[in-house]
């Protein structure tokens, strides 16, 4: 069943936003989870109000009890609601530029950042329970928080070597110079893995990220890094200041939520910030800092 929700501004009680949330399978829903825009407002409509839906296929409910969820589930739930907030909180002057209408490096930004909230223990003891009410016990959470940086390292070097081979595709690749296009991208992996690669390996050719659409992730592939920095390093003031901080949160609202395409994504971080972005604070979540 689809349900609607009202975002009211607690300040001044202006109803702000309706979103629709979809979260359960159907037979004839697509899979996964996403967000999508409705409706959005510019600045100068104060009587118009966003509207947006948020889509997933989590664990419904079976045999009269509460769906339970797993940890990946709330993580997509928390990333897509980051979405939601982009769009529905959008101030933008004209409706292209409203919420999630930014730059591609600077989109997932919103929705990344609030999955860190599934990793925090002030923030999970606030809402996950089990069918008992038991909070998760704390031997698992670190159980869970050491799991989420096994094999770091090879992932993050899996990805750099995706995001460097597509930018070297659409930028500086020469047929005549370089050959066969499958050969010449693994060689490019081969520098990013840990493992020799198998002569015939074409994984370049199933790269629907880069190729299955001309709106896609070509010569953008770079971006989910990108976003990953940004996110990580964003959380840290949170982290100084506090998780559930009302004026850091008013502060991330102000400055990257409501503000859309309106200003180069790299001011509105250094608004926030107060600073350029730092690859430190991504590195320690990893558990891969010198």
Known sequence: SVTAYRIVDQEDDRWLAVIYVDPFPRETKQGGAWMDGIVSRARDEPDSRQVAVLVASMTPPVGGKDALLSHRDVETLFHEFGHILHH????????SQAGTNVAWDFVELPSQIFENWCWEREALDLFARDHKGEAIPEDLFQAMK???????????MRQLGFATTD????????????GDATAYARNLLQQHSPDPLPENHAMITSFSHLFSSPVGYAAGYYSYKWAEVLDADAFTRFKKEGLLDPK???????????????????????????RDPELSALLERLGIAA
């Open 88 to 95: 529905c909180l959008s101030r933008a002057a004209l409706r």
């Open 248 to 274: 850091v949160g008013r502060a991330f609202r102000e400055t990257i939520l409501e503000r859309g395409d309106e200003e180069d994504p790299a001011v509105l971080f250094r608004t926030f910030m107060g």
């Open 167 to 178: 930018l070297a595709l659409h930028t500086s690749f020469d047929p005549e110079r370089d």
């Open 146 to 156: 050491r799991a989420r940086t096994f094999r770091a390292a090879t992932a993050q």
